[in-house]
């Protein structure tokens, strides 16, 4: 059972939250296409250690960071702070 | 008949073989990786092999090597659900599965092995008028391309599946359904050992245990592999790695349109006969066949996040079985045997990725997600004639990996997967 280290709440099942993404992506500055189709559909897809952000809907409702390794999905908390979605 | 020198495994050779009582030669023997091959495919599953296999077969091209991390068949070749079916949504998709389906049907003959391929027709359930929609689309895209589907209600459903519940008692009543007879089952090792079988005949080599650890690259095109067993001299690099095709693609520095997201499956005992055909429905992300053996094999949505893990999960369990017991409240009783993962390369188009890549000679055959089984032997067969020919078949063109750029998508989300 994947467990995800909710700063307000501690660690909590997986299943109490919903995957946002991975952190640290940065939006195209400008309004070409081309810019937004890569940020869109292209990236990493990394198999080690990732920044993700994930939302406590079935507990704080927070917004939360932390990392994860995406082979044996054990996660670490980064920060302890609700961070608003960039 | 016999391939190549090799025995036959016909009933009066098997007989006079165990009379003798001598051990059975290697079919798959492990051959010595050589220092240069015209071909190096990465990844030893249904769509490395079969490129391999069409290689030698069509094309006379045999100075190939299947380089394969672990056993053949190991990744998601070994873990899916074993479907085959042409109900996509897209002409596009539906030209591409359907000749895939053709290829299904005639493999045993093809390959001289028994695959198991049973022809036992694809129902899909809508529950809500979204999901009708879709599925009626689907059909007559089917029709316009001459391919048997066509709409049921839900009696005519229950027909099929007499054990179905179509009453108004399910949180989600059938409402209709989509009925593809031409889809059928197979047992996946055997296609695994079918390919092998038949490209070790013809000359390739299928180096198992090995992994690739680097793509050389001089200027801005391939010059090599370096593996395990040390390094290959080669123009021509082939990604067939599936759930792991991003990490194989960033050793040439290519980002690809794709998100490792695991796929989980269980089975359970064998029970009496009572299912015919493929049964899955849209709306309850599940579907159900019963194999030869009387088990019941359970598939469902792709795990909620991505990952390169392959355990299974309670959740995926729980799901699931909810949503057959609204299907089919008679397996109240059934026991699960076994569950297990495996990880799949979703695309943001649930279509995949076939073709050149910017990288010159590094060509992609990937972004197979949850639904590159039934089309292995196509991707196979289409990979070999652009790599042998240096001409992409028409059958593929659509899916070649510029399409995000240039925002010609292939939209087959709603006909991929039980998941949307």
């Known amino acids: ?86 | 008949m016999s391939l190549r020198g090799r025995p036959s495994y016909s009933a009066l050779g098997l007989l006079s073989h165990g009379l003798r009582r001598q051990r059975w030669p290697e079919v798959l023997r492990d051959p010595q990786q050589k220092s240069r091959y015209d071909v190096v495919i990465v990844g030893g599953g249904i769509h490395g092999l079969a490129t391999a296999y069409y290689l030698a077969a069509r094309h006379g091209v045999t100075r190939v090597a299947v380089v394969e991390q672990a056993y053949i068949g190991s990744g998601s070749t070994g873990r899916n659900t074993a479907i085959a079916r042409s109900n996509y949504l897209t002409p596009q998709g539906v030209a591409f599965y359907q000749h895939s389906l053709d290829l299904w049907y005639a493999m045993a003959s093809d390959l001289n092995f028994n695959v198991m391929f049973e022809p036992r027709g694809h129902l899909t359930l809508g529950h809500d008028d979204g999901a009708l929609r879709t599925l009626r689309w689907r059909a007559e895209v089917n029709r316009t391309l001459g391919i048997d589907s066509e709409m049921l209600t839900p009696q005519e459903c229950r027909k099929l599946v007499p054990l179905l519940d179509i009453s108004n008692e399910p949180a989600h009543p059938v409402i209709g359904g989509l009925w593809h007879p031409p889809g059928g089952t197979m047992r996946h090792d055997a296609v695994v050992w079918a390919y092998a079988r038949a490209a070790t005949a013809l000359g390739v080599d299928v180096l198992q245990q090995t992994r690739v650890d680097a793509i050389e690259l001089t200027g801005d095109r391939v010059s090599g592999v370096v593996t395990t067993r040390g390094r290959i001299e080669t123009n021509m690099v082939v990604n067939c790695t599936a759930g792991w095709s991003s990490l194989v693609s960033a050793l040439v520095g290519l980002e690809l349109p794709i998100t490792t997201v695991p796929l989980q499956a269980a089975v359970s005992e064998p029970v009496r006969p009572f299912l015919n055909t493929v049964l899955a429905s849209s709306n309850l992300h599940v579907y159900i066949y019963q194999t030869a053996r009387g088990e019941i094999v359970i598939g469902g949505a792709v795990d909620p996040f991505p990952s390169y893990s392959m355990r299974g999960s309670l959740e995926f369990i729980e799901e699931v079985a909810a949503h057959i017991l609204e299907l089919v409240p008679a397996l109240t009783h059934l026991r699960i045997l076994r569950q297990w993962s495996g990880i799949c390369d979703m695309t943001p188009d649930a279509a995949p990725i076939m073709g050149r890549s910017p990288v010159d000679g590094f060509v992609l055959n990937v972004g197979w997600g949850t639904y590159g089984m039934k089309a292995g032997p196509a991707a196979g067969e289409a990979v070999a004639a652009l790599i042998a020919t240096q001409d992409v078949p028409p059958l593929i063109e659509p899916f070649g990996l510029s399409r995000f750029a240039d925002g010609r998508q292939v939209n087959e989300k709603g006909a991929a997967a039980v998941g949307y």
């Not at chain 1, 059972?1 to 500055?29: H, K, V, W």
């Not at chain 1, 309004?31 to 920044?51: E, K, M, V």
């Open chain 1, 1 to 86: 059972m994947l467990s995800i280290p909710c700063p307000n709440c501690g660690p909590r099942a997986q299943l109490e939250f919903a995957y946002m993404g991975a952190a640290d992506r940065t939006r195209p500055q400008t309004d070409d296409i081309a810019s937004w189709r890569r940020y869109l559909y292209f990236h990493p897809n990394s198999a080690g250690w990732t920044a993700e952000h994930w939302l406590h809907v079935a507990g704080c409702g927070g917004l939360i960071r932390i990392e994860r390794e995406r082979s044996t999905n054990e996660s670490r908390a980064v920060d302890g702070c609700r961070e608003a979605a960039r």
